[in-house]
């Protein structure tokens, strides 16, 4: 059965946000205090209750409950302040932040965006086990600004021939390609998969330009901003799949040679989209 949240609270910048439920005084944010609850996942598009614009259905983000927030303003409320939730199901654990507030949701309740729950299980409405038993709890950077890049396994990610994939020329900056090279002591050529979804390099996440859905779109380097362009899933048969497009990293034309450019394509199992990432 789907469980998803739907209407959710959304408040425009510099609006007081009206809630109809009756609630208790809000609690203060217990920053990393374990809590043991539920998670459901939603979809919704619009304002976020931090005053900002969101798409749950594209975006690595977390609602919580109406009792954490302590402001009659939702969007100046402490949890909008570099705030995250890191949730731990089966031993794999995400930290996404606080873009959002469930009105419906108890204290222990958090509803995930659908990247990040189905970095757990499907949210394919045929399969989706729509509740599940998690353990989380608020992290703080203490510094009200981004939260830190969430930790995870480092290496290099090898395809064809043997080689590396990394940054074109080693640089760093935002639309750089991401292309298959000899393996050397590059820099660019380490990556993390972090615990939030995202392959790191340089500072920066492997992105598909634009948010594209189509065959032979860009794969390139981008700020980390916590969309679904970002989201990459190893699986057991060695592909690299974007959740939003469903689609996997491809090597253009299969072709092994360096320089050759990495794309977005329908995955096909062919050996120009198996790769050997850090576990």
């Known amino acids: 059965m789907l469980f998803v949240r739907k209407a959710a609270l959304a408040v425009a910048a510099g609006l007081t946000a009206v809630v109809a439920l009756a609630a208790p005084a809000a609690a203060a944010i217990p ?35 109406y009792r954490w927030w302590t402001t009659a303003n939702p969007n100046a409320d402490p949890l909008c302040s570099g705030i995250s939730v890191q949730v731990t199901y089966q031993g794999r654990t995400i930290t996404v932040p606080v873009r959002d507030k469930c009105p419906s949701c108890d204290a222990t309740h958090i509803d995930l965006s659908a990247p990040a729950f189905a970095q757990f299980a499907s949210t394919d409405p045929a399969n989706t ?42 640089a760093t900056a935002n639309g750089t390609a991401v292309d298959l090279y000899s393996c050397v ?56 799949v974007n959740p939003q497009s469903g689609k996997c990293l491809d090597l253009t034309g299969a072709s092994s040679a360096d320089f050759t450019p990495t794309q977005l394509w329908t995955c096909t199992g062919a050996a120009n989209q198996k790769w050997t990432a850090p576990v």
Not at 186 to 211: A, E, M, P
């Open 31 to 65: 920053i990393g205090e374990t809590q043991t609850g539920t998670t459901t996942y939603y979809n919704d598009a619009g304002y976020g209750a931090c005053g900002t614009q969101i798409n749950a259905a594209t975006e690595m983000l977390v609602a919580v409950s």
């Open 129 to 170: 086990p729509g509740v599940l038993n998690v353990t989380w709890k608020f992290v703080s950077d203490s510094g009200g600004g981004t939260t830190p890049p969430p930790s995870g396994a480092t290496g290099q990610i090898t395809g064809l021939a043997g080689k590396c994939i990394g940054a074109a020329g080693g």
């Open 185 to 240: 002591a590059s820099s660019t050529q380490q990556w993390t998969r972090s615990t939030d979804g995202t392959l790191r390099t340089g500072g920066k996440c492997l992105d598909v330009s634009g948010s594209g859905t189509a065959d032979g779109t860009k794969v390139q380097l981008w700020d980390c901003n916590g969309t679904g362009a970002q989201q990459w899933v190893y699986t057991g048969a060695r592909d690299l």
